[in-house]
């Protein structure tokens, strides 16, 4: 489970809070969230250093094993470490998809996510006309805030910042020879853009625990993906800069999580039906997302960076948000076959719910 939501958290379109559901454990997981509170956090914080003192004495081992189950915390380590080891594992393969097999990659999931649907539709117990328009809402803000977010827009903003500082630094060693075998400083502001990538996990944690709406498309919308997939590439590497901005990266999102998991809580306790009408019209939406053809750009000079240092590329292709009909042609066929077995997995994982659910 773990393992799928951390590949859904990488997957700009796709929601970790779809598969949540998908595998009905939506609720429990806001349940633990929403029980974090400062004296349960002093008295893990005493745990910890009771166990940091004496790790092999056994008394202390049980009384930390029993905190955890307690709480439920073994079954959210458990997911977590399931989605950190997928994240790091799939960030590199998830670039190469998204760059060689757009197309192809995009019906996969489109597939996973139209049989998705079901989820929330049976987890409303009786549908009622009113409830429709909580379904519009969400189908209508989902297609709205994807409308708005142009990746070939976004590349071309940053690439123009980054032409500036790579222009002034050819300059610089123009004017001083002598210094062009030095190592190229930082860029100016690294701390600024630490705080930035904090607050990106702040804002994105909100959309990752729903379902219908992709942690990665905000990132996307604020232009942090492609640093924060980056960064996550470099981790085998040790890469310090890389290290930095996720841990900021990841401090933000502990903070938006504990402070948004108590409104989705009480939210859920209070409008039950509404809220799971609302889901079902982000999933609905995020089908517009996921669409696999989309109008192509090339960008003929792209600036990024890399470790400190800018660097240029030429003729990048990039897929905008602009959805197209397909040709008829073999990436068509193949896309559709990829489509079905996206529909057949998540009819598999949907069907073997059913099951649990009737034992």
Sequence with gaps: MGVCLGAANIIPGVSGGTFLLIFNIYERVFSIINCISRPLLVQAAGLAGRWLRHPLQKYTFGAVTSFCKENDFAFLFKLIAGALIAIVGLSTVMKHLLTHYFSLTYAFFFGLILVSILIPIRLIPRFKIYLLGFACLGAALTVMVYVQVNPYDRMK??????????????????????????????????????????????????????????????????????DVLSAISALPFFRVEAILYLGCFGLGILAGGLLFARLISFVLRRFYDATMAFLLGLMLGSLWALWPFKQVAVLETQYVRENSIVTRLEDVVVYTNVNVVPAMDGQMGWAVILFLAGCGIMYGFVRAQETKTTL
């Excluded at 004017?175 to 804002?203: F, I, K, Q």
């Design 157 to 226: 903003h940053k690439s123009d910042f980054y032409q500036t500082v790579y222009e002034s630094r050819i300059h610089a060693q123009t004017d001083r020879p002598d210094n062009g075998a030095a190592a190229p400083p930082a860029l100016p502001g690294a701390g600024a853009e630490y705080l930035y990538a904090a607050l990106c996990g702040a804002v994105s944690i909100s959309a990752m625990v729903l379902p219908g709406i992709s942690g990665s498309l905000v990132l996307i919308l604020m232009g942090a993906y492609y």
